[in-house]
């Protein structure tokens, strides 16, 4: 079992910056896969960032990638999504994820899931 707990989100102006930290707890938390993924309103919950177990693979959602770094901290048994040059279209609830499926991009393959922060970019 594991549980998930998002913070950082915010209201940030176009351009800047966030970092996301999702706090799991559970002792297996290290073996499983993380993802963030998020979710506007009226719009379906997409990918945004993965990042394997060890943290030696990521990958990202074209939309983001360039902008946004994912990383994982075993030790505190955390996962984190930089965020720069933001932008009003990534104005989202922003969810993280565990899975220990190898389909990252699938919502479905996730396990367990927090209960999101929300992020507001202004124009």
């Known amino acids: 079992q594991v549980q998930l707990v998002e913070s950082g989100g915010g209201l940030v102006q176009a351009g800047g910056s966030l970092r996301l930290s999702c706090a799991a707890s559970?002792?297996?938390?290290?073996?499983?896969?993380m993802g963030w993924f998020r979710q506007a309103p009226g719009k379906e919950r997409e990918f945004v960032a993965t990042?394997?177990?060890?943290?030696?693979?990521?990958y990202y959602a074209a939309s983001v990638k360039g902008r946004s770094t994912i990383s994982r901290d075993t030790a505190k048994n955390t996962v984190y999504l930089q965020m720069n040059s933001l932008k009003p279209d990534d104005t989202a609830v922003y969810y993280c994820a565990a899975t220990y499926g190898s389909n990252w991009h699938d919502p479905n393959e996730y396990d367990y899931w927090g209960q999101g922060t929300q992020v507001t970019v202004s124009s």
């Open positions: 990042i394997n177990w060890s943290g030696g693979t990521t």
């Open positions: 559970g002792r297996t938390f290290s073996r499983y896969a």
